[in-house]
C-alpha cells in the first residue's frame, strides 16, 4: 500500500502558486484577492476560513474575511453578497456553509457573480463542469483529481465508485470522474446491496461523513481508496476534546488497497488547494 500524500502534493503545487503570483505582481497584473463570508460561529467553519486565511498568506494573496453575527437576516447576508460581487478589488468569494436555518443557501448561492463563484457551487458553473466547459470546480473534487494526476493513477476504463450523493462532494465528483473516462457508479443511502457496488471498485471515493464506514470487507484487493470524510468525534483524551476521522477504516482497509489517502493529510490540504487554483485562475481569466 501506497500514501496518496495531500500534505506534501498540496505544499509543491502552493510553491507553484506563490511562484506565479510573483510574476503577475511583476507583470503589474493583479494580486489575486479572496474574500471569504462567516456566519454565527460554529466550530469547524471558523476553523475552516481561518485555514483558507493563512493559505492566501502564504501564497501570497490578499484576503478579506468578513464576519456576521448569526443574527443576520438573508437580505443583509445577499447585500453583503452583491457588495463583494460589484467590488473590483475582490476576485473570489466564497460564502463558508452551513448557514444559519434562516437563510437560504440556495439563494446565497446564486446571488454570487458566477465569475467570483471560486467555490464552484453556482448552477452556471455547475453546468459548465458538467458540459465539460472551462468553469470553476469544487475544491474538493478538483483536489481529489490534482491527487492522482500527481500520482499518474490510471483512471480511463476503470471502474469508480463515489459513495455520496451531495451537491459538494459526491456529485461533482462523479462529473470528474466520468471525465477522466471511469465508468462511475453512484452509491447513496437509498442504494440496495451497497457492498456489492463498492466491492466492484478499482477507485472508491467515500464522501458520506460516517466515521470509519468502508470497512476492508467492502474492498477489492488493490483498489484505490479516497478519503473525503472529517467528522469530528468526541474524545476525552486529546486535548482539544475530539479527535477528527476519516469515512474509511484505514488501519483494516490499508492493507488491502493499493493507494490510500490518510485523514488528516489527504483530501483535507488538496480542497484547501483547489480553492487556491480557483482563485488564481479568476484573476488570470480578467
Ligand atoms: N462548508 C463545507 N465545505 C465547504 C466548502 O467547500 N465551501 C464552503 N463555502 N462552505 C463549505
Known amino acids: 500500500m501506497e500514501v496518496l500524500n495531500g500534505n506534501q502534493v498540496s505544499k509543491s503545487l502552493k510553491i507553484a502558486i506563490k511562484a506565479e503570483v510573483e510574476q503577475l505582481k511583476k507583470d503589474g497584473k493583479k494580486t489575486p484577492h479572496l474574500a471569504a463570508i462567516l456566519v454565527g460561529n460554529d466550530g469547524a467553519s471558523m476553523t475552516y476560513v481561518a485555514a483558507k486565511e493563512k493559505d492566501c498568506k502564504e ?31 475582490i476576485d473570489g468569494l466564497i460564502v463558508q456553509l452551513p448557514l444559519p436555518k434562516h437563510i437560504s443557501e440556495k439563494r446565497v448561492t ?12 453556482h448552477p452556471m458553473n455547475v453546468g459548465l463542469m458538467f458540459k465539460g466547459l472551462p468553469s470553476f470546480l ?15 493513477i490510471e483512471t480511463s476504463g476503470k471502474h469508480c465508485v463515489v459513495i455520496g450523493r451531495s451537491d459538494i462532494v459526491g456529485k461533482p ?3 470528474l470522474m466520468l471525465q477522466k473516462n471511469c465508468t462511475v457508479t453512484v452509491c447513496h443511502s437509498k442504494t440496495k446491496n451497497i457492498e456489492e457496488h463498492i466491492l466492484m471498485a478499482d477507485i472508491i471515493i467515500a464522501a458520506v461523513g460516517i ?59 488538496m ?13 488570470k481569466r480578467k
Open 59 to 89: 501564497v501570497g494573496f490578499d484576503s478579506t474575511v468578513l464576519r456576521f453575527d448569526s443574527s443576520i437576516t438573508e437580505e443583509e447576508l445577499l447585500n453583503e453578497v452583491i457588495k463583494i460581487n460589484n467590488n473590483p478589488a
Open 110 to 121: 446564486e446571488t454570487i457573480d458566477y465569475h467570483k463563484d471560486v467555490d464552484g457551487f
Open 138 to 152: 469544487p475544491a474538493t473534487p478538483f483536489g481529489i483529481v490534482k491527487l492522482l494526476e500527481h500520482y499518474g
Open 173 to 175: 465528483m462523479s462529473a
Open 211 to 269: 466515521p470509519e464506514y468502508l470497512k476492508a470487507s467492502m474492498v477489492k484487493e488493490g483498489a484505490i481508496v479516497v478519503d473525503v470524510g472529517i467528522t469530528r468525534v468526541d474524545d476525552s483524551n486529546n486535548p482539544k476534546g475530539y479527535v477528527l476521522k476519516g469515512d474509511v477504516d484505514y488501519a483494516n482497509v490499508s492493507s488491502k488497497c493499493s493507494w490510500i489517502t490518510p485523514v488528516p493529510g489527504g483530501v483535507g490540504p
Open 271 to 283: 480542497t484547501r488547494v483547489g480553492l487556491l487554483l480557483n482563485t488564481l485562475e479568476a484573476v
